[in-house]
Structures are given as structure tokens and as C-alpha cells.
Nanobody, 116 residues
């Protein structure tokens, strides 16, 4: 059974940094697209960043230059380094994994709050 467990969320001041991590278990994830999504109150869930099995990345325009996604296939982890955080980055952040054979899975989410 695939499970994704996120960690690293919390409260940070504007301009600060956080690093989110997601550990995947219950399968092999080296062929998966892995990513981070977020959902703010009253808004739809949106893609933040995604990384391909080969390491290619794409980012939402709102986080380009501030966030960096990375993966460690040996440890089945995907991480999101978030710098220069803004109040509008406040949301629940979800880890996501997908491949054409197994489909899509989500983590339970971790809260990120950016506030003075």
C-alpha cells in the first residue's frame, strides 16, 4: 500500500525559509512524477512544483526563483526548499506521486503559515 508522509511545515515570518520533505513507502518510486501541491482556504488545490523521474522540474510562476524541488530515489523522498516566503504562500502543502501503472497518490498534507 502506497503511503506518502509529509513533514517540515510550520509557522515562519515573511522572508523566511522552510524545507518540506515527503517520504514515500509501499512501492518503487523512481519512475514516478513527484510533486508538491498546495491549497489555501477558499481556493482550489494548485501545482507548486513537480519533478520527473529524470529530474526535470517545473514550477508555478508564483514560486519560480524562490522554491526548489528535489528528489532522492534511493530514499524514496521528494523535498521542497522554500525561500523568501510570502504571506500568500500560506496553505496546506500536499505531496503527490504518479506513474502510468499505479496511478496517483496523495499525502495527508502539512500546514505552512507565513505571518509576522
Amino acid at each position: 500500500q502506497v503511503q506518502l508522509v509529509e513533514s517540515g511545515g510550520g509557522l515562519v515570518q515573511p522572508g523566511g525559509s522552510l524545507r518540506l520533505s515527503c517520504v514515500a513507502s509501499g512501492g518503487i518510486f523512481s519512475i514516478d512524477f513527484m510533486g508538491w501541491y498546495r491549497q489555501a482556504p477558499g481556493k482550489q488545490r494548485e501545482l507548486v512544483a513537480r519533478i520527473s523521474p529524470g529530474g526535470s522540474t517545473n514550477y508555478a510562476d508564483s514560486v519560480k526563483g524562490r522554491f526548489t524541488i528535489s528528489r532522492d530515489n534511493a530514499k524514496n523522498t521528494v523535498s521542497l526548499q522554500m525561500n523568501s516566503l510570502k504571506p500568500e504562500d500560506t496553505a496546506i502543502y500536499y505531496c503527490n506521486t504518479w506513474n502510468q501503472f499505479r496511478g496517483e497518490y496523495w499525502g495527508q498534507g502539512t500546514q505552512v503559515t507565513v505571518s509576522p
